[in-house]
Structure formats: C-alpha cells, structure tokens
T-cell receptor, first 108, second 116 residues
Framework: GQNIDQPTEMTATEGAIVQINCTYQ??????LFWYQQHAGEAPTFLSY????GLEEKGRFSSFLSRSKGYSYLLLKELQMKDSASYLC?????????FGAGTRLFVKA | SAVISQKPSRDICQRGTSLTIQCQVD?????MFWYRQQPGQSLTLIAT?????????ESGFVIDKFPISRPNLTFSTLTVSNMSPEDSSIYLC?????????????FGSGTRLTVV
C-alpha cells in the first residue's frame, strides 16, 4: 500500500530550529515535495527533492534518503508566521500522495 | 509558477442541490487535479482531469457525484451533485506545470463549501 507518515503536531520557540520528519512507502517515486499551508489557505510550494541529500533555500532546508523512504524539513530562525501545517507529498508517475500534515505552533 | 484562479471562494448550499466550481490556469497544462480537504485533514485526490478524455476518479469518488469537465488546456470545472452535509469541505484544484520547480503543483485558492 501507499503511506506517508508525519507527526501530527509540533511546538517550537521563536528563533529556534525545528525538524519535521516524513517517512513514506509508495509504489513509485519521482520526487518528494514539502508544502506549507496556513489555516484557511491553499498549500504553497516550499521544496522539492528528487535525489538524496540536502536542498537548502534560505531558512528552509529539505533532506531526502530514497533508500530509507525518509525526508525531513528543517526550519531555522523560526518566526511566528511559520506557524502553519507542513505537508509532505510524494509523486509517483502522474499521482501525488499527500501526508496528513504536521501542524507547527511557534511560540514567543 | 503558474497562477490558478478558482471560484467561488466559498458557498453555503442547501442539501440536494449542486455546486459547480471553476478553475482557470494562466497557462496550458496537460493535467489538472481536484482535491478535497476536510477540516484538519490533508488533501484527498478526487480525480485527475485530462483534456479530451474522461476524468480518472480515485477510489471512493464517482462521476455521477463529482462530474468534471475539461474543455481546454487552461480550464476545468468540478460539480458537487446532490449535496449532503457530508460534502462540506474545502475543494482545491491543482495543476502540475513546468513553470514550477520540480514540475510541482500549484493550487487554486480553494472553495470552502458548507452544506446545510
């Protein structure tokens, strides 16, 4: 079967670093996406990994290990506006499967 | 990345009626996708809309309940038919576009549907 697991909720402090993990089991793999979704809004693209390793984009980094079926999203220098849900999504063929999302709460 | 205009942004509908949601993309895309997102949950794919052929529905979703049109490469509609309160959800259209990194998805702003 196809499955994507992420923690349901996480809490972190403003200015800190947080790592959101994602493990997946899918029938195919063409790439892994991370999306950010604020409450009541549509998801917005954060990152894309197709090869193993770390992709860095400013305060956000994403890591992929295809052999382990594992990814993480690293958020540095957390800001209050980073409070949102973070969705891990895996694409195989023409379909993309979304994880249930991790709700991140950033506190002062 | 591409821009998708989705409307209506929200609606409150009576049970038994139907609502058609429209999505317009600012560039031609081969495939468009319709998702449902229930409160506090992630996105569930309803169907993939291909231009020139019938939509492909996921398990648990049928054409009679969610008819889809795809008349050209920039436009699609999803109708939620014979609505019941269980259909209350956010509906999102999406397209994969070469304009996005990793040929990723761009989403419309969503339609928040409440059925009373």
């Amino acid at each position: 079967g196809q499955n994507i697991d992420q923690p349901t909720e996480m809490t972190a402090t403003e200015g800190a670093i947080v790592q959101i993990n994602c493990t997946y089991q899918t029938s195919g793999f063409n790439g892994l996406f991370w999306y950010q979704q604020h409450a009541g809004e549509a998801p917005t693209f954060l990152s894309y990994n197709v090869l193993d390793g770390l992709e860095e984009k400013g305060r956000f980094s994403s890591f992929l290990s295809r052999s382990k079926g594992y990814s993480y999203l690293l958020l540095k220098e957390l800001q209050m506006k980073d409070s949102a849900s973070y969705l891990c999504a895996v694409t195989g063929g023409f379909k993309t499967i979304f994880g249930a999302g991790t709700r991140l709460f950033v506190k002062a | 990345s591409a821009v998708i205009s989705q409307k209506p942004s929200r609606d409150i509908c009576q049970r038994g009626t139907s609502l058609t949601i429209q999505c317009q993309v600012d560039s031609q895309v081969t495939m468009m996708f319709w998702y449902r997102q229930q409160p506090g949950q992630s996105l569930t794919l309803i169907a993939t809309a291909n231009q020139g052929s019938e939509a492909t529905y996921e398990s648990g979703f049928v054409i009679d309940k969610f008819p889809i049109s795809r008349p050209n490469l920039t436009f699609s509609t999803l109708t939620v038919s014979n609505m019941s309160p269980e259909d209350s959800s956010i509906y999102l259209c999406s397209a994969r576009t070469e304009k996005a990194e990793g040929y990723g998805y761009t989403f419309g702003s969503g339609t928040r549907l409440t059925v009373v």
